[in-house]
């Protein structure tokens, strides 16, 4: 059964840090592209980073950039999101997501996905 499940959220103070990690079943990691996403109440969900499967080229949203750090462990099919100097903004649902076939980080282009993971930032 394919699945993927998030875990590492949580409450921190603005300027803190918080490592997320994403567990996958059911396949093998080495050929997806891998990606993070995360949805704020009342908004659309968007994209975080993401790691191309073609030639592991990384992607990160400019509200997350010298901040968060995409990386994934294939033999572990694991993959994390490092977040430092977290803001007030970055409190969301955050989710992990895979798919065979990279074509850009957005949620639409990805189709296997974990059941999300709070992170709350306080000011």
């Known amino acids: 059964q394919v699945q993927l499940v998030e875990s590492g959220g949580g409450l921190v103070q603005s300027g803190g840090s918080l490592r997320l990690s994403c567990v996958v079943s059911?396949?093998?990691?080495?050929?997806?592209?891998i990606g993070w996403f995360r949805q704020a109440p009342g908004k659309g969900r968007e994209g975080v980073s993401c790691?191309?499967?073609?030639?592991?080229?990384?992607f990160y949203a400019d509200s997350v950039k010298g901040r968060f750090t995409i990386s994934r462990e294939n033999e572990k099919k694991m993959f994390y999101l490092q977040m430092n100097s977290l803001r007030p903004d970055d409190t969301a649902v955050y989710y992990c997501?895979?798919?065979?076939?990279?074509?850009?980080?957005?949620?639409?282009?990805?189709?296997?996905w974990g059941q999300g993971t709070q992170v709350t930032v306080s000011s």
């Open positions: 059911g396949f093998t990691l080495d050929y997806y592209a």
């Open positions: 790691i191309s499967n073609y030639d592991d080229r990384e």
């Open positions: 997501a895979t798919d065979p076939l990279f074509v850009s980080c957005e949620p639409t282009e990805f189709r296997t």
